[in-house]
Protein backbone atom coordinates (compact mmCIF):
# COMPACT_ATOMS: atom_id res chain seq x y z
CA UNK A 1 0.00 0.00 0.00
CA UNK A 2 1.44 3.16 -0.63
CA UNK A 3 0.04 7.05 -0.82
CA UNK A 4 -0.04 8.45 -3.13
CA UNK A 5 -2.57 5.94 -5.05
CA UNK A 6 -1.58 4.97 -8.08
CA UNK A 7 -3.65 2.03 -8.71
CA UNK A 8 -7.32 1.93 -7.87
CA UNK A 9 -9.30 -1.19 -8.67
CA UNK A 10 -13.52 -0.52 -8.50
CA UNK A 11 -15.32 -3.24 -9.23
CA UNK A 12 -19.03 -2.11 -10.36
CA UNK A 13 -21.87 -3.97 -10.89
CA UNK A 14 -23.88 -1.54 -13.74
CA UNK A 15 -26.35 -0.49 -10.53
CA UNK A 16 -26.57 3.35 -9.05
CA UNK A 17 -24.77 2.05 -5.90
CA UNK A 18 -21.63 1.36 -8.08
CA UNK A 19 -21.60 4.64 -9.81
CA UNK A 20 -21.57 5.94 -6.57
CA UNK A 21 -17.81 4.14 -5.98
CA UNK A 22 -17.05 4.90 -9.65
CA UNK A 23 -17.41 8.57 -8.99
CA UNK A 24 -15.30 8.40 -5.97
CA UNK A 25 -12.79 6.07 -7.40
CA UNK A 26 -12.44 9.03 -10.42
CA UNK A 27 -12.28 11.90 -7.92
CA UNK A 28 -9.52 10.60 -5.73
CA UNK A 29 -7.36 9.05 -9.64
CA UNK A 30 -8.06 12.67 -10.54
CA UNK A 31 -6.33 13.64 -7.04
CA UNK A 32 -3.32 11.31 -7.31
CA UNK A 33 -3.23 11.16 -11.51
CA UNK A 34 -3.89 6.95 -11.02
CA UNK A 35 -4.91 4.40 -13.26
CA UNK A 36 -8.52 2.85 -12.14
CA UNK A 37 -9.04 -0.31 -12.97
CA UNK A 38 -12.82 -0.91 -13.09
CA UNK A 39 -13.34 -4.52 -12.75
CA UNK A 40 -17.46 -6.34 -13.64
CA UNK A 41 -17.36 -10.00 -12.68
CA UNK A 42 -19.94 -12.29 -14.63
CA UNK A 43 -21.16 -14.56 -11.77
CA UNK A 44 -20.41 -18.18 -13.36
CA UNK A 45 -23.63 -20.10 -12.15
CA UNK A 46 -22.89 -23.71 -13.98
CA UNK A 47 -20.10 -25.60 -12.28
CA UNK A 48 -17.26 -26.26 -14.91
CA UNK A 49 -16.91 -29.86 -13.11
CA UNK A 50 -20.66 -31.26 -13.58
CA UNK A 51 -21.00 -29.48 -17.12
CA UNK A 52 -19.46 -28.16 -20.12
CA UNK A 53 -18.75 -24.31 -19.89
CA UNK A 54 -20.76 -23.13 -22.66
CA UNK A 55 -18.21 -21.13 -23.90
CA UNK A 56 -20.36 -19.12 -26.25
CA UNK A 57 -22.67 -17.73 -23.77
CA UNK A 58 -20.13 -16.30 -21.61
CA UNK A 59 -18.07 -14.80 -24.60
CA UNK A 60 -21.46 -13.16 -25.28
CA UNK A 61 -21.97 -12.31 -21.91
CA UNK A 62 -18.26 -11.21 -21.46
CA UNK A 63 -18.62 -8.80 -24.75
CA UNK A 64 -21.78 -7.40 -23.20
CA UNK A 65 -19.68 -6.72 -19.83
CA UNK A 66 -16.91 -4.83 -21.90
CA UNK A 67 -18.85 -3.06 -23.90
CA UNK A 68 -21.05 -1.57 -20.76
CA UNK A 69 -17.70 -1.02 -18.63
CA UNK A 70 -16.34 1.04 -21.78
CA UNK A 71 -20.03 3.15 -21.77
CA UNK A 72 -19.40 3.62 -17.66
CA UNK A 73 -15.83 4.35 -17.88
CA UNK A 74 -16.42 6.90 -20.83
CA UNK A 75 -19.43 8.49 -18.69
CA UNK A 76 -17.91 8.88 -15.64
CA UNK A 77 -13.73 8.53 -16.25
CA UNK A 78 -13.22 11.17 -18.89
CA UNK A 79 -9.68 12.03 -18.89
CA UNK A 80 -8.80 9.86 -16.13
CA UNK A 81 -6.18 7.03 -17.06
CA UNK A 82 -8.77 3.59 -16.92
CA UNK A 83 -8.21 0.15 -17.54
CA UNK A 84 -11.69 -2.53 -17.93
CA UNK A 85 -10.88 -5.97 -16.52
CA UNK A 86 -14.42 -8.73 -16.93
CA UNK A 87 -13.65 -11.78 -14.97
CA UNK A 88 -15.81 -14.65 -14.40
CA UNK A 89 -16.32 -16.56 -11.20
CA UNK A 90 -17.51 -16.12 -7.68
CA UNK A 91 -17.38 -12.22 -7.17
CA UNK A 92 -15.15 -11.92 -3.65
CA UNK A 93 -12.52 -14.15 -5.33
CA UNK A 94 -12.59 -12.27 -8.33
CA UNK A 95 -11.79 -8.68 -6.86
CA UNK A 96 -9.25 -10.15 -4.87
CA UNK A 97 -7.16 -12.04 -7.75
CA UNK A 98 -7.23 -8.69 -9.89
CA UNK A 99 -6.39 -6.68 -6.68
CA UNK A 100 -3.69 -9.26 -6.18
CA UNK A 101 -3.13 -9.27 -10.23
CA UNK A 102 -2.30 -5.74 -10.42
CA UNK A 103 -0.99 -4.53 -7.18
CA UNK A 104 -3.77 -2.37 -6.47
CA UNK A 105 -3.22 -0.22 -3.81
CA UNK A 106 -6.75 1.16 -3.07
CA UNK A 107 -9.86 -0.69 -3.54
CA UNK A 108 -13.10 1.33 -3.53
CA UNK A 109 -16.35 0.11 -3.92
CA UNK A 110 -19.92 0.30 -2.82
CA UNK A 111 -22.43 -0.99 0.01
CA UNK A 112 -26.11 -1.28 -0.50
CA UNK A 113 -28.30 0.99 1.36
CA UNK A 114 -30.24 -0.14 3.90
CA UNK A 115 -32.88 -2.23 1.97
CA UNK A 116 -30.01 -4.43 0.35
CA UNK A 117 -30.04 -3.64 -3.67
CA UNK A 118 -27.13 -4.40 -4.94
CA UNK A 119 -26.73 -8.61 -5.18
CA UNK A 120 -22.82 -7.47 -5.76
CA UNK A 121 -22.37 -6.97 -2.44
CA UNK A 122 -24.42 -8.61 -0.40
CA UNK A 123 -23.74 -11.05 2.49
CA UNK A 124 -20.48 -12.30 1.93
CA UNK A 125 -18.53 -10.52 -1.09
CA UNK A 126 -18.01 -7.49 0.89
CA UNK A 127 -17.00 -9.38 3.77
CA UNK A 128 -14.69 -11.31 2.21
CA UNK A 129 -13.00 -8.41 0.58
CA UNK A 130 -12.72 -6.49 3.35
CA UNK A 131 -11.32 -9.33 5.10
CA UNK A 132 -8.95 -10.44 2.91
CA UNK A 133 -7.69 -7.36 0.50
CA UNK A 134 -4.17 -6.26 1.50
CA UNK A 135 -4.93 -2.89 0.06
CA UNK A 136 -7.30 -0.61 2.05
CA UNK A 137 -10.28 -0.28 0.99
CA UNK A 138 -13.23 2.37 0.90
CA UNK A 139 -16.56 1.43 0.94
CA UNK A 140 -18.96 4.34 -0.81
CA UNK A 141 -22.46 4.76 0.09
CA UNK A 142 -25.03 5.54 -2.73
CA UNK A 143 -26.96 8.71 -1.59
CA UNK A 144 -29.15 9.03 -3.90
CA UNK A 145 -32.90 8.94 -2.43
CA UNK A 146 -33.68 5.62 -0.99
CA UNK A 147 -36.42 3.67 -1.70
CA UNK A 148 -37.60 3.49 1.99
CA UNK A 149 -37.40 7.33 2.54
CA UNK A 150 -40.21 9.82 2.00
CA UNK A 151 -37.92 11.27 -0.07
CA UNK A 152 -37.92 8.83 -2.90
CA UNK A 153 -42.24 9.09 -3.10
CA UNK A 154 -43.54 12.03 -2.20
CA UNK A 155 -44.80 14.69 -4.76
CA UNK A 156 -42.59 17.38 -4.95
CA UNK A 157 -43.42 21.49 -5.42
CA UNK A 158 -46.85 20.41 -4.30
CA UNK A 159 -50.01 22.92 -4.85
CA UNK A 160 -50.44 24.99 -1.87
CA UNK A 161 -52.85 27.88 -0.17
CA UNK A 162 -51.72 30.95 1.41
CA UNK A 163 -53.46 31.28 5.12
CA UNK A 164 -55.81 34.18 4.16
CA UNK A 165 -56.78 32.52 0.75
CA UNK A 166 -61.14 32.30 0.43
CA UNK A 167 -61.71 28.63 0.22
CA UNK A 168 -63.84 28.74 -2.61
CA UNK A 169 -60.40 29.26 -4.44
CA UNK A 170 -59.04 26.14 -2.36
CA UNK A 171 -61.86 23.89 -2.81
CA UNK A 172 -61.24 24.71 -6.77
CA UNK A 173 -57.69 23.79 -6.47
CA UNK A 174 -58.36 20.48 -4.66
CA UNK A 175 -61.22 19.58 -6.94
CA UNK A 176 -58.56 20.36 -10.01
CA UNK A 177 -56.02 18.38 -8.87
CA UNK A 178 -57.95 15.81 -7.16
CA UNK A 179 -56.41 16.11 -3.60
CA UNK A 180 -57.56 15.61 -0.42
CA UNK A 181 -54.99 18.34 1.25
CA UNK A 182 -53.40 20.94 1.00
CA UNK A 183 -50.42 22.38 2.40
CA UNK A 184 -51.25 25.94 3.52
CA UNK A 185 -48.37 28.81 3.75
CA UNK A 186 -47.77 31.92 5.14
CA UNK A 187 -44.25 33.69 3.94
CA UNK A 188 -43.00 30.84 2.47
CA UNK A 189 -43.34 28.70 5.17
CA UNK A 190 -46.24 25.94 5.76
CA UNK A 191 -48.54 26.58 8.52
CA UNK A 192 -51.38 23.76 8.66
CA UNK A 193 -52.60 21.03 6.33
CA UNK A 194 -56.36 21.97 4.95
CA UNK A 195 -58.21 19.13 4.80
CA UNK A 196 -61.25 18.36 2.37
CA UNK A 197 -63.36 17.66 5.99
CA UNK A 198 -62.07 21.04 6.92
CA UNK A 199 -63.26 22.48 3.96
CA UNK A 200 -66.90 20.45 3.97
CA UNK A 201 -67.78 22.35 7.10
CA UNK A 202 -67.72 25.40 5.63
CA UNK A 203 -69.96 24.43 2.67
CA UNK A 204 -72.25 27.98 2.26
CA UNK A 205 -69.54 29.60 3.32
CA UNK A 206 -66.66 29.41 0.69
CA UNK A 207 -66.47 32.72 -0.21
CA UNK A 208 -66.69 34.40 3.41
CA UNK A 209 -64.27 31.93 4.80
CA UNK A 210 -60.53 31.58 4.76
CA UNK A 211 -58.05 28.81 5.42
CA UNK A 212 -57.09 30.12 8.49
CA UNK A 213 -60.62 29.77 10.06
CA UNK A 214 -60.93 26.42 8.91
CA UNK A 215 -57.75 24.64 10.10
CA UNK A 216 -58.28 22.15 12.68
CA UNK A 217 -55.04 20.47 12.87
CA UNK A 218 -52.21 21.22 14.45
CA UNK A 219 -49.12 20.81 11.80
CA UNK A 220 -46.95 17.86 11.60
CA UNK A 221 -44.51 17.71 9.29
CA UNK A 222 -41.39 15.27 8.23
CA UNK A 223 -38.48 15.20 6.29
CA UNK A 224 -37.49 13.76 3.31
CA UNK A 225 -34.71 11.66 4.87
CA UNK A 226 -37.69 10.02 7.19
CA UNK A 227 -38.54 6.62 6.44
CA UNK A 228 -41.61 5.95 4.66
CA UNK A 229 -43.18 3.60 7.41
CA UNK A 230 -42.54 6.19 10.12
CA UNK A 231 -44.83 8.59 8.28
CA UNK A 232 -47.26 6.25 7.79
CA UNK A 233 -47.51 5.60 11.51
CA UNK A 234 -48.05 9.01 12.15
CA UNK A 235 -50.31 9.45 9.60
CA UNK A 236 -52.22 6.17 10.75
CA UNK A 237 -52.61 7.48 14.93
CA UNK A 238 -53.63 11.02 13.97
CA UNK A 239 -55.84 9.98 11.50
CA UNK A 240 -54.64 11.94 8.65
CA UNK A 241 -54.17 11.63 5.12
CA UNK A 242 -51.60 13.72 4.19
CA UNK A 243 -47.90 15.22 5.69
CA UNK A 244 -46.38 18.14 4.36
CA UNK A 245 -42.66 17.68 3.86
CA UNK A 246 -40.12 20.38 4.67
CA UNK A 247 -36.81 20.63 4.64
CA UNK A 248 -34.91 23.57 5.67
CA UNK A 249 -37.51 25.10 6.55
CA UNK A 250 -39.06 25.29 3.32
CA UNK A 251 -41.78 23.09 1.97
CA UNK A 252 -40.25 20.79 -0.71
CA UNK A 253 -43.38 18.03 -1.06
CA UNK A 254 -46.82 16.40 0.14
CA UNK A 255 -46.43 12.55 1.17
CA UNK A 256 -49.83 11.02 0.87
CA UNK A 257 -51.39 7.37 1.87
CA UNK A 258 -51.43 6.77 -0.86
CA UNK A 259 -48.12 7.40 -1.58
CA UNK A 260 -46.98 5.77 1.38
CA UNK A 261 -49.33 2.29 0.26
CA UNK A 262 -47.32 1.98 -2.68
CA UNK A 263 -44.16 2.88 -1.23
CA UNK A 264 -44.63 -0.09 1.54
CA UNK A 265 -46.43 -2.90 -1.18
CA UNK A 266 -43.40 -1.91 -3.76
CA UNK A 267 -40.88 -3.51 -1.13
CA UNK A 268 -39.57 -6.63 -1.80
CA UNK B 1 0.62 0.87 7.46
CA UNK B 2 -2.52 0.55 10.02
CA UNK B 3 -5.41 2.79 10.07
CA UNK B 4 -3.84 5.52 12.15
CA UNK B 5 -0.65 6.11 9.95
CA UNK B 6 -3.15 6.19 7.02
CA UNK B 7 -5.14 8.23 8.87
CA UNK B 8 -2.33 10.81 9.50
CA UNK B 9 -1.22 10.64 6.20
CA UNK B 10 -4.70 11.23 4.60
CA UNK B 11 -5.46 14.30 7.36
CA UNK B 12 -2.15 15.81 6.51
CA UNK B 13 -2.54 15.84 2.34
CA UNK B 14 -5.97 17.44 2.96
CA UNK B 15 -5.36 19.55 5.77
CA UNK B 16 -8.16 17.57 8.08
CA UNK B 17 -8.86 16.27 11.53
CA UNK B 18 -8.33 13.18 12.77
CA UNK B 19 -10.69 12.46 15.52
CA UNK B 20 -9.16 9.49 17.71
CA UNK B 21 -11.74 7.44 18.91
CA UNK B 22 -11.76 4.59 21.55
CA UNK B 23 -14.45 3.19 22.70
CA UNK B 24 -14.61 1.41 26.33
CA UNK B 25 -16.05 -1.92 25.50
CA UNK B 26 -18.67 -3.69 27.86
CA UNK B 27 -19.13 -7.27 28.96
CA UNK B 28 -20.78 -9.19 26.13
CA UNK B 29 -24.26 -9.85 26.90
CA UNK B 30 -24.03 -13.47 27.42
CA UNK B 31 -21.30 -14.02 29.88
CA UNK B 32 -23.29 -12.22 32.88
CA UNK B 33 -26.14 -13.10 33.61
CA UNK B 34 -27.15 -10.29 35.55
CA UNK B 35 -29.98 -8.08 34.17
CA UNK B 36 -28.44 -5.59 31.59
CA UNK B 37 -27.52 -2.02 33.73
CA UNK B 38 -26.03 0.77 32.51
CA UNK B 39 -22.47 0.70 32.70
CA UNK B 40 -19.99 3.72 33.68
CA UNK B 41 -16.56 2.97 32.63
CA UNK B 42 -14.28 3.59 35.58
CA UNK B 43 -13.48 7.22 35.60
CA UNK B 44 -9.73 6.27 36.18
CA UNK B 45 -9.64 3.37 33.31
CA UNK B 46 -11.13 6.31 31.31
CA UNK B 47 -8.41 8.94 32.58
CA UNK B 48 -5.74 5.88 31.84
CA UNK B 49 -7.65 5.45 28.10
CA UNK B 50 -7.24 9.29 27.54
CA UNK B 51 -3.72 9.58 28.44
CA UNK B 52 -2.71 6.37 25.76
CA UNK B 53 -4.44 8.13 23.34
CA UNK B 54 -3.13 11.44 23.95
CA UNK B 55 0.83 9.31 23.74
CA UNK B 56 -0.36 7.55 20.58
CA UNK B 57 -1.40 10.93 18.87
CA UNK B 58 1.98 12.75 20.17
CA UNK B 59 3.76 10.22 18.02
CA UNK B 60 1.71 8.87 15.43
CA UNK B 61 -0.05 12.75 14.44
CA UNK B 62 2.79 15.18 15.41
CA UNK B 63 1.81 18.06 13.04
CA UNK B 64 -1.54 16.60 12.54
CA UNK B 65 -4.69 18.69 14.15
CA UNK B 66 -6.79 16.03 16.06
CA UNK B 67 -8.80 15.31 18.86
CA UNK B 68 -9.45 12.66 21.34
CA UNK B 69 -12.34 10.83 22.29
CA UNK B 70 -13.48 7.76 24.64
CA UNK B 71 -16.68 6.63 24.54
CA UNK B 72 -17.78 3.12 26.13
CA UNK B 73 -20.58 0.57 25.17
CA UNK B 74 -20.68 -1.27 21.35
CA UNK B 75 -17.96 -0.17 19.24
CA UNK B 76 -19.91 0.58 16.01
CA UNK B 77 -22.63 2.45 17.50
CA UNK B 78 -20.30 5.10 19.48
CA UNK B 79 -18.12 5.22 15.78
CA UNK B 80 -21.50 5.99 14.08
CA UNK B 81 -22.44 8.38 16.95
CA UNK B 82 -19.34 10.68 17.03
CA UNK B 83 -19.34 10.28 13.22
CA UNK B 84 -22.81 11.99 13.09
CA UNK B 85 -22.13 14.39 15.76
CA UNK B 86 -18.63 15.89 14.78
CA UNK B 87 -19.77 15.73 11.39
CA UNK B 88 -16.91 13.78 10.12
CA UNK B 89 -16.27 13.09 6.66
CA UNK B 90 -14.36 9.54 6.33
CA UNK B 91 -13.58 6.91 8.91
CA UNK B 92 -10.58 4.98 8.78
CA UNK B 93 -10.04 1.53 10.65
CA UNK B 94 -8.64 -1.68 10.64
CA UNK B 95 -10.83 -4.86 10.16
CA UNK B 96 -9.22 -6.99 12.77
CA UNK B 97 -5.54 -6.80 14.28
CA UNK B 98 -5.89 -9.28 16.67
CA UNK B 99 -6.05 -13.08 16.99
CA UNK B 100 -8.84 -15.54 17.83
CA UNK B 101 -12.20 -13.82 19.32
CA UNK B 102 -11.15 -10.70 19.26
CA UNK B 103 -10.35 -10.83 15.87
CA UNK B 104 -13.77 -12.15 14.66
CA UNK B 105 -15.00 -9.38 16.82
CA UNK B 106 -12.84 -6.56 15.56
CA UNK B 107 -14.05 -7.52 12.09
CA UNK B 108 -17.50 -7.62 13.04
CA UNK B 109 -17.66 -3.98 13.98
CA UNK B 110 -15.37 -2.89 10.66
CA UNK B 111 -18.48 -4.58 9.35
CA UNK B 112 -20.64 -2.87 11.28
CA UNK B 113 -19.90 0.40 10.46
CA UNK B 114 -19.22 -0.06 6.70
CA UNK B 115 -23.07 -1.69 6.48
CA UNK B 116 -24.58 1.10 8.07
CA UNK B 117 -21.96 4.25 8.07
CA UNK B 118 -23.63 7.36 5.58
CA UNK B 119 -20.38 8.50 4.94
CA UNK B 120 -17.48 6.55 3.59
CA UNK B 121 -15.39 3.91 5.09
CA UNK B 122 -11.56 3.68 4.56
CA UNK B 123 -10.83 -0.50 6.46
CA UNK B 124 -7.05 -1.49 6.24
CA UNK B 125 -5.46 -4.59 6.86
CA UNK B 126 -3.15 -4.20 9.53
CA UNK B 127 -0.97 -6.83 7.63
CA UNK B 128 -1.38 -4.86 4.87
CA UNK B 129 1.95 -4.63 2.38
CA UNK B 130 3.89 -1.38 2.66
Known amino acids: ?268 | MDALGLASRLAKQNSATVYLLTVIGAPPAAATALPPVALNPDPEFEAACIRRLKAIAREKLAGVSHEIFVASGNAAPAILKLTAEQGIGLIVMGTHGRTGLKRFLLGSVAERVVRESPVPVLTIHPKAAG
Open chain 1, 1 to 268: MSLPYRKILCPVDFDENSIAALETAAEIARHFDATVYVLHTILLIIAPTSMPVYVDLYKAQEDTARRNLLELAHKHLAGIKYEIMVNMGEPAASILKAERGIGADLLVMSTHGRRGVSRFFLGSVAELVLREARCPVLTVRHNAPQKDLVGAWMTASPVTAQLDEKLSTIHAKMLEGGFRNIPVVQDGRVVAMLTEGDIRSFVGHFEDTTAKRAITQALVTVGPQTPVREAARIMRERKIDGLPVVEDGRLVGIITTSDALAAITSEG
